[in-house]
């Protein structure tokens, strides 16, 4: 029988092909843009730097660098700047490019001269209060109307998200390796709800709970992506806009990356029209908020607003007290395991029970055991690599045909798990109270729109059953078990 021949080797991966624009922005991550405050002396007067890599030879938006001022300065969109304390407003179109350099921020009707009667900055994200019907201009649109929700997509937000947004990262375009993510990271929780932020949800049942996790708080991102929006808050999605490209979010890097930068910054997103401007502007003020932090550390007063104290005069031991070095640092902005509700709780000891005991032991056991099972086909999940490229190209048929086989392999695993994960059960819990939970999470989510069952039951019913937010995260060894741990 004759052969077909011998193999043909390809030549390595390169850079991906989408460089249109790339001669549009800065090749040199050094490039910055620094923001002053008048009424403090030179060297203590810097609260902002971003970098500036939207011209090649350097530069920012205007309109971006004037509302990130205003977010720090309690929503002022009003404010101009100088390039000398005392000089001539600059006259610049807002989406004109500010060249790099130091610039003093100002806001008319205070004066500069003294720091008490000049305007107040917001130490962090926690004390920023949200400007309800007062977005800055170049932020304000009206979302598209959303088609009504189906039953099964008002139960499970992450099922809701992949119709919408077609299964495609927003930043990308890839389908590949996509997950669910927060704009308003679920860490900050509590500031959603003090700021009455559930008011922008479309599903009227999470308006008084839950509301973070509605669908218009999220969006599809391919995982390193996700990765970088949320534990290095690497870039933000802001307007920016061309003729061309009227009412458009852009990508906008806000640390150096080289290889995010040429393929990313100054990108177009993929449809965000459906999602609240609302929650991206939070988004914006949540990632750029910490950069305050060595104004505060340079122990000399500094004229604060707080939504707890409003307007004063902060000693440099208060303004320690606002920074993030002060308490423990927060995460990705994913949220943490919930605890058993309590209407489940309530009648529990505060203190695990001996069998309590055995249930964590032999959860423990489980992951180990379904960790060992998995290593084999770990390592043969080999991560989708190289350039995204057009639609219908070779390569995107082979990454379609890659991703099946993958999916079928991901279907295997999870039946080694649950297989794993009945014999632990007959182990560790003979009496057979796991199926007393699994009824009760059923009769929870059979019956979770009635007036006595809470989101808190219908998150802990979907924990049980292993219904989980975003797809398992394969690079974490206790997230192959994520949904039932």
């Known amino acids: 029988m004759p052969t077909l021949g011998g193999v043909n080797i390809r030549p390595q991966q390169r850079l991906p092909e989408h460089n249109i624009g790339a001669d549009t922005i800065s090749s040199n991550a ?14 203590l007067d810097k609260f902002l730097t971003l970098p500036a890599f939207d011209h090649p030879n350097g530069g920012l938006h205007y309109n971006t660098a004037k509302i990130a001022c205003g977010v720090f300065a309690g929503n002022r969109w009003d404010g101009f700047f100088t390039v000398d304390k005392d000089g001539e407003a600059l006259d610049c179109d807002g989406e004109d490019i500010l060249p790099p350099g130091p610039y003093y921020f100002h806001l008319p009707g205070y004066q500069d001269d003294r720091i008490e009667t000049s305007y107040p900055l917001t ?3 926690k004390q920023w209060k949200f400007p309800h019907g007062d977005l800055p201009p170049n932020w304000q649109h009206a979302p598209n109307t959303q088609q009504p929700l189906s039953q099964e997509m008002r139960s ?7 119709i919408r947004d077609t299964d495609q990262c927003r930043v990308t375009g890839r389908r590949v390796q996509c997950e669910v993510a927060h704009i308003v990271p679920v860490e900050v929780d509590d500031w959603f709800r003090a700021n009455a932020m559930s008011q922008y949800v479309i599903n009227p049942l999470r308006q008084s709970q839950a509301g973070i996790s509605d669908i218009n708080n999220m969006m599809l991102l391919r995982r390193d992506i996700h990765r970088s929006f949320d534990q290095d808050r690497m870039f933000v999605l802001v307007p920016k806009k061309p003729a061309q490209h009227q009412g458009n979010m852009v990508t906008h890097l806000i640390i150096p990356s080289d290889e995010y930068r040429f393929l990313y910054h100054n990108t177009l997103t993929y449809s965000l029209d459906s ?4 929650y991206l502007l939070a988004r914006f003020a949540w990632a750029l908020l910490p950069r305050m932090e060595p104004f505060l550390l340079t122990e000399v007063p500094r004229l604060l607003i707080t939504k707890s104290n409003g307007q004063f005069v902060a000693s440099p031991k208060d303004c320690i007290d606002f920074t993030v070095s002060r308490g423990k640092r927060s995460g990705t902005g994913s949220p943490s395991k919930r605890q058993r509700s309590n209407t489940r709780a309530k009648d529990q000891d505060e203190q695990l029970s001996p069998g309590e005991e055995d249930d964590q032991a032999g959860e423990q056991c489980f992951k180990r055991a379904t960790s060992m099972l998995a290593q084999p086909l770990l390592q043969s999940i080999e991560p989708a690599s190289g350039p995204p490229c057009s639609n219908g190209s070779p390569t995107e048929v082979n990454n379609h045909a890659a991703l099946d086989e993958t999916m079928a392999e991901q279907e295997h695993f999870f039946k080694l798990t649950e297989r794993a ?3 632990e059960r007959q ?3 003979p009496s057979g109270s796991w199926a007393e939970d699994r009824d009760w999470a059923m009769y929870i989510l059979v019956n979770q729109f009635a007036k006595d069952i809470s989101w808190d039951d219908v998150d802990e019913a979907n924990r049980i059953l292993g219904i989980v937010e975003k797809r398992p995260n394969w690079d974490e060894e206790e997230c192959l078990v994520g949904s039932l741990s």
């Open 30 to 43: 050094y490039y910055r843009v620094e923001f002053k405050h008048p009424a403090y002396p030179p060297g």
């Open 123 to 125: 130490p962090n994200f």
């Open 156 to 162: 499970n937000a992450s099922i809701a998200v992949y």
């Open 275 to 278: 999602i609240p401007r609302e």
């Open 421 to 423: 994960l009945e014999v």
């Open 427 to 429: 182990r560790s819990d």
